[in-house]
């Protein structure tokens, strides 16, 4: 009797476990899809928000359009030979896409010759401003460079010094398009001119610089190596009041 009545209790905890056994594993499974539909959902609604965010002033979609291309991560140093107020205005705003701190009517900051910047309406302390918009620029693989993959870093850093960028802007450079960069078996890398870059986006400043150095690079991943006349690149000279600003683009 005694071993049947014990039967009996093994049999209900067995029961039990395998209940709770299960319901764990229920858990488990609508936690699992309700994650993935949660994941979906917001990558729909980024998707969306991004859509929103490349139409320009007239309701063109960038990405979707060959003329059209996004200056990504330009963001901007500035180094008085003193410490001033200065207001920084983009030329052409309805072409932005994303900015930091917000952009409105210009960015109005007080900075310093170490490159510390504060902005004037939150106080908070900045390293650089940062701006992304569409790039109007027609692209054509005409003059440039050929860079393997694998060789990204020693080209970039060689590059970027003949341009003017110091070490600590050629760092945050790399670090940036390094990833997108090494990825591709080559890559087609050209630098826009001065010329280019003001056309698409000029910039004013309520206090003139003295020396304006603007770095966008033009890329495109390749599966193969072409030929094409290398680009010729010079290096400006950095004195009194200078203005740094280093950004990219794919052309697609």
Not at 30 to 52: D, H, P, Q, S, Y
Not at 68 to 96: C, H, Q, R, S, W
Not at 106 to 111: C, F, T
């Amino acid at each position: 009797m005694q071993e049947k009545n014990k039967e009996a209790k093994d049999t209900k905890k067995n029961f039990k476990v395998k209940v709770w056994v299960l319901l764990v594993i229920g858990i488990v499974v609508l936690g699992v899809i309700g994650f993935v539909i949660w994941e979906r959902v917001e990558e729909a609604n980024c998707k969306n928000t991004n859509t929103n965010n490349n139409r320009n002033n007239s309701g063109v979609i960038a990405p979707n359009n060959p003329n059209f291309m996004i200056d990504a991560k330009p963001i901007i140093y500035l180094y008085p030979e003193e410490e001033i107020n200065v207001t920084v205005k983009l030329g052409k705003p309805e072409n932005i896409t994303c900015s930091y701190p917000n952009y409105e009517n210009g960015w109005e900051v007080i900075a310093r010759p170490n490159g510390t910047l504060t902005d004037i309406e939150t106080g908070r302390n900045l390293y650089a401003l940062y701006w992304e918009g569409i790039d109007t620029n027609k692209s054509e693989i005409t003059e440039g460079f050929i860079v393997k993959g694998s060789e990204t870093i020693k080209f970039l850093e060689e590059k970027l010094e003949i341009l003017g960028l110091n070490e600590i802007e050629a760092e945050e450079f790399i670090v940036y398009w390094l990833p997108k960069l090494q990825e591709n078996k080559y890559n087609y890398i050209r630098f826009a001119t001065i010329e280019e870059i003001n056309k698409n986006m000029p910039l004013e400043f309520s206090v003139k610089p003295d020396t304006l150095i603007r770095v966008l690079m033009q890329f495109k991943g390749l599966e193969e190596y072409i030929e094409i006349p290398e680009q010729k690149l010079e290096t400006p000279e950095r004195k009194g009041f200078v203005v740094v600003e280093w950004g990219g683009t794919e052309i697609k």
